[in-house]
């Protein structure tokens, strides 16, 4: 009964003039109208030598009132990244098999200037340091003209999957990170 009720709503709206001028203009693609992007590119980053590098177009969901990109917004930025470069240095981790989780131990970042909307944002992030049982990211990040908006790093550390206890880096991270150190 619904779906009767729906059919004839949609019939006595398609005899409305402005839906049967909107309706005339609509054009359906076919299949031989869509095509995918002919020129490849990493939308999941790439290597530059030991940096990973990500980029980004800052939006209004990215700003402040005022249009600035909101501070709170290049942590996540550089998270993101890291999550990325975890996806390529480590192809095989899975988090539902896993025995160790990968937890953030600190984290600080030095902003040196502001990015707008729209500005191309570009997060580079590397191995910088790791002892026994922390590992430490270094990152920069660059505006559209190239300028250094900000750089930091974060420590890493490792935890037992089955009940948090604290790790030593597991093999498969020293294996994964030392070609990028």
């Given amino acids: 009964?619904?779906?009767?009720?729906?059919?004839?709503?949609?019939?006595?709206?398609?005899?409305?003039?402005?839906?049967?001028?909107?309706?005339?203009?609509?054009?359906?693609?076919?299949?031989?109208?869509?095509?995918?992007?002919?020129?490849?590119?990493?939308?999941?980053?790439?290597?530059?030598?030991?940096?990973f590098?990500?980029?980004?177009?800052?939006?209004?969901?990215?700003?402040?009132?005022?249009?600035?990109?909101?501070?709170?917004m290049y942590g996540l930025f550089v998270g993101k990244t890291r999550e990325l470069f975890f996806n390529v240095a480590m192809p095989d981790f899975d988090l539902k098999t896993t025995k160790f989780f990968i937890l953030t131990r600190s984290f600080e970042h030095k902003f040196v200037r502001e990015a707008r909307e729209f500005d191309t944002i570009t997060v580079k992030i590397r191995v910088a340091d790791f002892n026994r049982k922390f590992c430490t990211l270094e990152h920069q990040i660059f505006g559209s003209e190239n300028e250094l908006l900000g750089k930091g790093k974060q420590s890493l550390l490792f935890v037992s999957s089955k009940d948090y206890s604290l790790l030593d880096i597991p093999s498969e991270v020293y294996t994964a990170f030392m070609k990028y150190l």
């Fill in 53 to 72: 590098v990500y980029s980004m177009i800052a939006t209004y969901q990215d700003t402040n009132s005022v249009g600035n990109v909101y501070f709170g």
């Fill in 1 to 51: 009964m619904v779906t009767e009720k729906a059919s004839e709503v949609i019939d006595a709206a398609s005899e409305i003039p402005a839906i049967k001028a909107i309706a005339k203009t609509a054009v359906v693609a076919t299949g031989s109208d869509v095509q995918a992007p002919q020129a490849g590119h990493a939308p999941g980053g790439h290597f530059e030598g030991k940096w």
